[in-house]
Each structure stands twice: as C-alpha cells, then as structure tokens.
C-alpha cells in the first residue's frame, strides 16, 4: 500500500496491529535495502495525534506520507505504523510514521497499541523523533507527557546496547529562543524520567546513559511556512550521513544488518504482541542465527545447482578430472566468499559457526567426487605400474630393481596426481588411499614374480626334461654294469648345467638365500624326479624288454645277423648268454642307483636264477630265499623298482615265454642235422654192396625185376599215403596198429579199384596237369622243408587239388 506521490511509503503494522510482511518484503526489495549491510539508518515519529507529524516527515525526508486535509478539521489520518525511504539522504534512511498518541479514536484507556508502537520504533530505530507543542513545554498537563513516559518505561524492557537519539522537534514555536525552551524542556523530560519506576539495576542510571537528547523548534508551518520550509532544509542536513561517528544515528553497535531487518522487525513485534520482554542482544543473536541459516541455506542450494560443480560431479563419475583440486577449491571459495559477504554484519559467533556448518555440507556433497577422483588417481597409477613393470621387464632389468624403482615413481606419481585434486577447504589426508595403492602395487609386484618364478622353473625343468628323458631311457635299454654310473654322471651333468643358468636367472630377483636354495634344491630334485620316473617306467616294461634282449641275442650272432641253426651251435650256451643278458637287465631294472650305494641284487638274481652249476648249494638256497622277499638287502623301499618276488615271478614267465623260442630253434637244428644226413653211414654201405651183390647180379640179369621193384615201391608208398601211417602212431603205436588194422583192406581194395579204373582210362592225370605233379608246398621254415611233399590227389567229382604233407620231423 502506498499513498499518492513519487516516494512509496508502505503500512508495516495495520491499526490492529497485524504486521504486513510481505509489504516489508517488497519494501526491502524495492528500495535495496538487503544490499546496505549496516549502513543504514532507521528514523521514527511519536507525537500526539494531529501534530503535524505526517507534514514534518514529508518536508524533512520528501516523502509521502498521508497527511490530514486543513480544511476537514483535526482527526486521525495515520493507523498503525507506515513506513518509507527518506528520498535523497545517504545512507539509505528508512523513516516511520507512528499513529498518534491520544488520539480520540481509541479512546483515553486504551494506550496498549501507543505503548507497543513505542516499544517497536525505540527497538529498530536508531533516532526517534518526539513531535510536540511549543505550547506544551513546561505544561503539568502536556500532551506529550505520558508518551515520554511510556518511552522511558519500554527503554527500560530494552536491554539495548546502544543509545538512541531523542530528538524533541518543538512546532509553532514562539517568539522565546530555542535556548530559554530548551533547558525547561530537559527539565521536564528529566522529572518525567526521574518519575519513571525503574528496575533495580538502573535505579541510578542517568537518562543519557540511555538517549542522546536533541532538541529543536520549528515554526508553524501553517503560519509560516517559509521559516518552517527553511528550517526543516536545515534540520534536513542533519540526516546525512547520520550514522558517521558523532552523527544522530552514531552509535552503530547492536544495529542489525540490512538482511536481517525484515525477519529482525517481525520478531521484534511478534514478541511485543506477545507482552513478553524483548532482550535486543539475545534478538540480535537469534536475528543473526536466523539469517546467517537462511543465507547458508541459500548458498548450499546455489552451490548444488552451479553448473560447473555439475560438470565436475558428472565428469568425475567416468574419468579423472584435470585440475579438479582447483576446480572445486574454487567453486567452494565463490560460495562460501558470498555467504561471508552477506552474512559479514551478523554476529561474528554466529556466522562463522553457520559458515563451518556450511563448509561441512559443501564438503560433504563434494566428498564422494574426490572419492571418485582419488579412485581413478589409484587406477590410473596402479594400470601405468603395471605397464612400466612389464617394459622394464622386457627390457631385461633385474625383476627386484624394476619393482623398486618403478613402485618408487609410481608412488611420486601417485602423490603429484592427489595434490592436484587436493580441495584446498577440505584438508582431506590422502595417506589411507596411497595406503591402498602401495598395497595394490605389492600385490602386483607379488603375483608378477610368482609368475615370473614360475615360468623360469617351468622353463628349467622343461629343458632338464628334455635332456634327461630319452637319454636316460636309451641307457635303461642298453642295461649294462654302466647304466647306473652313466645316468648318475649324466644326471649330475645337466643337473649342474641347469641349476647354474637357473641360480643366474634368479639373482634377479634378490631373494633371500634360503629361498634360492629351496628353490635350487626343488630343481635338482625334479631332475632325480625325471630320471626316478622314467626308471620307473621302463620297470614297467621290464618283460617286453627282457625279451627283446633275448630274442635279439638269441637268434642273431655276433655281428647282428639271423642265426641259421645248422646243427653246429651250442643253443645251450647261446641261451646262457642270452637269459645272462636279460637277468642283468632286470637287475639294473630292480632299483633306482642314484647315490652310488652298492647292493647285490645281481648276485641275487643269478645265482638264485641263472647259476644252477656255480656256487655252493647254500648260496643258492640263500639267494632262493632273499628272492621270496618284497624287499632288497640294502635297497631302501622308495628305491625299489621291481621287489624280489616280483623278480621272480617275472622270471618265471620270461623263462615260459621264451622256452618255445629255444626249443623252435632246438627242433630246427634237428631237422637241419637230418636233411644234411640222408646218406647212410659208410659201413651200412659196403655191407650193402656186400651182401647185395647177389641180388644186385640177379637184377641185371633179369630187369623186370626192376620194373617189379619200382611197381611194389609205389604201391607201397600209395598205402604209406593213403592209411596216412606216419599220422595215424602220432597218438602212439598201440592205437596206430589198431587203426591201420581197420583201415588196411578197404584201403587196398579201394587202391586197387582206382588202379583198375585208371588202367581203363586212357589218359593220367599226371599228363592232363604235369605241373600239379611237380608242385610243392612251399618251405617256411627249416625244420619242414626237408620233409614236405607234395601229392596231387584226385576227387570223387573229378577235381584235383594239391594235397601238402608235412612231416614235422620234431613231433
Ligand atoms: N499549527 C500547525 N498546524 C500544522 C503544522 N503542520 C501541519 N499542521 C496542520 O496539522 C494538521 C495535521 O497534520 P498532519 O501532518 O496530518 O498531522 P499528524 O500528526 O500526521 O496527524 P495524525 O497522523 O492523524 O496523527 C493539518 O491540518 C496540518 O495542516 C504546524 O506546524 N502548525
């Protein structure tokens, strides 16, 4: 609400005492008064009603204050409280108009408003103006008397740290100089103050302790208007610049700033309403917890909008943000540069435990971004360890130095990229997440040398493997009494070769020495594992190579070629020396010799299996006896590749599976000794010729007996064929007779019966088909060539067909 006229003036408090906030609000805004800090000053009236108050105002501050119309007669203009900006006086002065004191419209008892608006205009403003009669001064029933005393009364209810200037303005002033009123008026005003009950504490205290008391008179301004205009300019001049030290708003303490005026004002009439006791530094306290809230309040809100600090908070979520320390530092520093600003006129307690309270919230909302931030910083520095490991690894450095010296400048870079996203306000210790990243690089480190550690072993035992597996395979094979030594040498030899470059490699790594000799010695060990194993394995395999042995020694001499048994070998000494051969093997088979003990497995195995002249018959029954054992003399358990009685047991089937191999060649021999022998002995021959000369004579006298001869010894062999007498005594002579006995006549009689049947048939099938005749069953072995024949026999049907008899000489 506003009345007429270039200057607003807007009604704070209604008649009825209702405060019109939101018309403060708009006031405030309307003449800038947030922006003033403490530089502003408030000026009220007090004054009977109808004294010209409303006129003074607008003369003094060009305002436009309602005033009451000459001509309508004297009654009430003002209700409540109106308030406006004094135009053109700097600072920013803020001027109210009071209603009138005894005013006839609330009647003579109710002075509870008059009492209340003192109350307010004594606590918010800095001067107060008392309106008054010349006429009243000196006057026992002066208007103005019991407003000076209900003044006086609230000062008391105060508790203001400062003084207010009185200012008695004295209208329609007579012809008496100010200086002859002036005394009487402070005298009056000390009798009224003088009167006033007061609480113990100011029972002594003098009226200046609380008012600066001014006084000036002014003419009629009905009456003269010109002096009145002139003076009102003068007393004008004295409103700028008002709250300069010695100025009628000087004392500055306890002024609430600007901001607060409105909520300040508010308060300061809710509890006057409210009857109760106003302590202005306990308001100013509360005013100043208030404000510097909703300030604080205001910043955080504009803090979580600001567009940058939601660029960085985003950005931060998926990658590092460069500069994000100065970023933030930044933000927080305009935020909280704006609070201090706004809030600098509050109380300094109060303020600045808002501004820490603030500053905690920021901080809080800004927390997790550097969380994120310190987060990709410890990625960001793990991930460029891990590649600078690799490079330096690759590029040949010592696994212990690249680890140290990269840790080292990964932690430097991790301290320069932390200092950058350091918040200047926060002080936030880094020392827990570089912590983690030193925990995240020795993991690293860690599980790169396990790797790297285990590569190398895999690497040597590989190579060990290799240079191990197939020699020490071919030296089992060749079973000698220098297998053993020659694996041992063997062993020691790679052995030695492999643990040296491995010792080298490891230097690297800069362990401690008994972890290098550990892991030295697992090496060596793995070496006897490779050799232990494939002895093991060739245990496995003893019988096929035992047989292989013999087999090879058996039926090839000397120089490696295939036995043909003529008769002229000693199969029994070839045997010998062949079984010698494959029980050496599997005594060298028996157990793994790595440590150069000696045991007599040997021995054992040939005396209680091969020797069966040498040694005495005790020995023998020893050796018998250490074989029925399932361990050696001598020969520790982990050592043993194949125990005695499994010796045994293997020899026996050795012995079985190659008997067959012997006794072929024994029937072989036979039989080649009775091909090479078809001629009878020397005297079997002169007794022949001897005896047979008569019928030799007898022969060539007569040769039909020749042909006689001839026909028999066919006949004979056709029987021979036919009754098959050769198979018919191999189940033994007894049966064989038996046999033939049945067999004899039908067999002569169907012989004799075909030979009557050929002599009919013109053509034999020996000429038909002369080469069946000649046909014989191929040889496949010498024991059956020398006795194979071949007899072409013709079928009922007529088909003929090559029947091979075979005369296993060594059956
Ligand atoms: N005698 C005399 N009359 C004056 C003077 N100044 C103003 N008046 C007259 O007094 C009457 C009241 O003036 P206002 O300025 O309205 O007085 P007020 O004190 O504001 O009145 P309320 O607001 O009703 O309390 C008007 O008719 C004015 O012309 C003055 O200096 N002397």
Not at 487 to 510: D, N, Y
Not at 653 to 662: L, R
Request: proline share 4%; aromatic share 8%.
């Amino acid at each position: 609400m506003s009345k007429d006229g270039e200057c607003c003036s807007t009604h704070l408090i209604e008649g009825d005492g209702t405060f019109n906030a939101s018309g403060l609000e708009n006031f405030i805004k309307e003449v800038k008064l947030s922006e003033c800090g403490l530089s502003y000053a408030v000026v009220s009236i007090m004054g009977p009603q109808s004294s010209g108050k409303s006129t003074l105002l607008n003369h003094l501050f060009h305002t436009n204050f309602r005033e009451m119309d000459a001509y309508r007669g004297r009654s009430q203009t003002t209700k409540g409280i109106w308030m406006a900006r004094c135009a053109g006086i700097e600072p920013c002065t803020i001027v109210m108009d009071l209603e009138g004191t005894d005013g006839r419209e609330r009647g003579e008892d109710d002075t509870a408003f008059e009492k209340q608006s003192a109350l307010f205009a004594l606590a918010v403003s800095d001067i107060v103006l008392i309106n008054m009669w010349c006429h009243d001064i000196g006057r026992e029933q002066a208007a103005n008397k019991p407003l000076l005393k209900t003044v006086f009364q609230v000062m008391m209810r105060l508790f203001s740290p400062r003084k207010t200037t009185l200012m008695f303005v004295i209208r329609d002033k007579t012809r008496t100089p100010l200086e002859n009123l002036e005394p009487v008026l402070r005298e009056d005003v000390q009798k009224i103050w003088d009167s006033v009950p007061k609480p113990q504490a100011h029972k002594e205290t003098p009226l200046s302790e609380f008012f600066n008391v001014e006084v000036v008179a002014l003419s009629s301004y009905e009456e003269k208007e010109e002096q009145f205009r002139e003076q009102v300019a003068s007393l004008r001049q004295r409103f700028n610049q008002s709250i300069a030290p010695g100025g009628l708003a000087g004392d500055r303490r306890g002024v609430v700033p600007a901001s607060g005026f409105s909520f300040s004002s508010q308060e300061i009439w809710r509890v006057i309403k409210e009857n109760k006791d106003l302590d202005l530094p306990a308001h100013k306290v509360m005013v100043a917890t208030v404000r510097c809230e909703e300030i604080a309040n205001e910043k955080y809100s504009s803090f979580t909008a600001n567009k940058d600090w939601l660029e960085v908070e985003e950005a931060v979520q998926s990658h590092p943000v460069p500069g994000f320390g100065k970023k933030l530092s930044s933000i927080l520093d305009t935020c909280l540069s704006e609070y201090d600003a706004e809030a600098t006129y509050f109380e300094e307690g109060v303020r600045s435990s808002k501004r820490k309270q603030l500053e905690e919230k920021l901080l809080q909302i800004v927390q997790p971004a550097y969380q994120s931030m310190l987060g990709h910083i410890r990625s960001r520095t793990l991930d460029k360890f891990k590649d600078a490991l690799d490079d330096a690894l690759k590029g040949g450095q010592g696994f212990a130095v690249a680890a140290r010296y990269s840790t080292k400048a990964f932690l430097k870079f991790f301290d320069e990229e932390s200092a950058d996203a350091i918040i200047k306000q926060a002080n936030w210790d880094t020392a827990k997440v570089r912590e983690k990243v030193q925990r995240d690089i020795d993991a690293h480190i860690a599980a790169v040398r396990t790797s790297k550690l285990s590569e190398l072993t895999t690497t040597y035992e590989k190579k060990l493997s290799e240079a191990l597996s197939a020699p020490v395979e071919a030296l089992l094979d060749g079973a000698s009494d220098d297998t053993w030594p020659s694996i041992r040498k063997l062993l020691q030899r790679e052995s030695e070769a492999a643990v040296s470059g491995f010792s080298t490699a490891l230097s690297g790594f800069e362990m401690d020495e008994q972890d290098k000799d550990k892991m030295i010695s697992s090496l060596e060990d793995y070496a006897r594992g490779i050799v232990e194993g494939k002895a093991k394995e060739e245990a496995g395999r003893v019988m096929i190579r035992m047989k292989d042995r013999f087999t090879t020694l058996f039926s090839q001499d000397s120089d490696s070629m295939p036995r043909i048994w003529t008769g002229k070998e000693d199969i029994r000494a070839i045997t010998k020396t062949a079984r010698s051969a494959s029980l050496k093997m599997l005594s060298v088979m028996s157990a793994i010799r790595l440590d150069d003990e000696i045991d007599n497995i040997e021995n054992t195995l040939s005396l209680a299996l091969v020797d069966s002249n040498s040694g005495s018959a005790s020995n023998k029954a020893a050796s018998l006896d250490a074989l029925a054992s399932s361990t050696w003399e001598k020969v520790p358990a982990s050592k043993t590749l194949i125990t005695p009685v499994q010796c045994k047991s293997l020899w026996r089937q050795f012995k079985t599976e190659t008997e067959y191999t012997v006794t072929q060649a024994i029937a072989a021999q036979e039989a080649s000794k009775r091909s090479n022998n078809w001629m009878p002995p020397p005297w079997a021959i002169v007794a022949i010729i001897l005896l047979g000369f008569n019928e030799f004579m007898t022969l060539l006298r007569n040769p039909l007996w020749l042909l006689v001869i001839f026909v028999g010894y066919l006949l004979t062999k056709a029987l021979w064929v036919q009754l098959d007498i050769s198979g018919e005594f191999r189940h033994g002579a007894l049966p064989g007779l038996l046999s033939l006995s049945t067999k004899f006549l039908p067999t002569v009689m169907n012989l004799l019966k075909k030979l009557a049947e050929e002599g009919q048939v013109p053509t034999s099938t020996n000429q038909r088909n002369p080469s069946l005749a000649s046909k014989s069953f191929p040889s496949g072995s010498s024991d059956i060539s020398s006795s194979a024949s071949s007899e072409v026999i013709s079928s009922e049907n007529g088909t003929e067909y090559s029947s091979p008899i075979v005369h296993d000489k060594t059956q």
